[in-house]
């Protein structure tokens, strides 16, 4: 069983919000970042979030996206706002083993901003 699951992606209108959930399976694995990719282009990190909720995000979704993390679901979001055309991608839920310290990906959400 894949560990990770993504889910909440689909059409949006421009400027519009979506919110992308992914729900980790099994212990000691600790979601952390949520990563895009656009058609033709390479998987780049969207947004990050540590153990102590520090968050980072990449210039182009800072103010418009957020990430967050419900440690008693062991579930990961990322709340997107005002969305562009641009943003069209697969998102990815990226987590870290805590003892193993392999990374895991789930298989991706699509997520299309269009009229």
């Known amino acids: 069983q894949v560990p990770l699951v993504e889910s909440g992606g689909g059409l949006v209108q421009p400027g519009g919000s979506r919110r992308l959930s992914c729900v980790v399976f099994?212990?000691?694995?600790?979601?952390r970042s949520w990563y895009r990719q656009a058609p033709g282009k390479e998987r780049e990190l969207v947004a990050t979030?540590?153990?102590?909720?520090?968050?980072n995000y990449t210039d182009s979704v800072k103010g418009r996206f957020t990430i967050s993390r419900d440690n008693a679901k062991n579930m990961l979001y990322l709340q997107m706002n005002n969305l562009k055309p641009e943003d069209t991608a697969v998102y990815y839920c990226?987590?870290?083993?805590?003892?193993?310290?392999?990374?895991?990906w789930g298989k991706g959400s699509l997520v299309t901003v269009s009229s």
């Open positions: 990226n987590a870290l083993g805590a003892i193993t310290g392999r990374n895991y």
């Open positions: 099994g212990t000691n694995i600790n979601p």
């Open positions: 979030i540590t153990s102590g909720g520090t968050t």
